[in-house]
């Protein structure tokens, strides 16, 4: 190869790389979007079954059983992963003793959605 040939080749692949990056850059931006509207359409979903925000107590109910622990639904936040595709579950949050909710985490693993969440009844 000549010293013409080589330096072609790297100005090709210089310009094919710029192209990939900027490509990521507007990949990860649109992910964002997508993310985000996402969140804002899985609060919609909560407020839509009567849970208001910080305010219902709720159940989980994954498969036949029922949580036996009580949460406040605080909102919705994407569940980081390995994958391009953005997922969102319901973010819950512990009750304190005063009986408003908790900033520390609720401890439920898994995906959440908000077909999963029951209403627990006030005490008469």
Do not use: C
Request: glycine letters at 6%; charged letters at 30%; zero cysteines.
């Amino acid at each position: 190869m000549t010293e013409h040939s080589i330096k072609e080749l790297i100005r090709q692949f210089e310009v094919a790389d710029a192209k990939a990056t900027q490509a990521r850059r507007d990949a990860n931006v649109a992910r964002q979007r997508a993310a985000d509207a996402m969140v804002s359409e899985t609060v919609r979903q909560v407020e839509a079954k009567g849970i208001e925000i910080g305010k219902t107590l709720v159940r989980v109910r994954n498969g036949g059983s029922v949580s036996s622990e009580a949460y406040f639904v605080v909102g919705a936040e994407e569940e980081w992963q390995h994958s391009h595709r953005p997922r969102v579950r319901v973010k819950l949050a512990k009750i304190k003793k005063d009986g408003t909710p908790s900033s520390a985490p609720s401890g439920w693993r898994g995906s959440l959605t908000p077909d999963m969440l029951e209403i627990v009844e006030p005490r008469p």
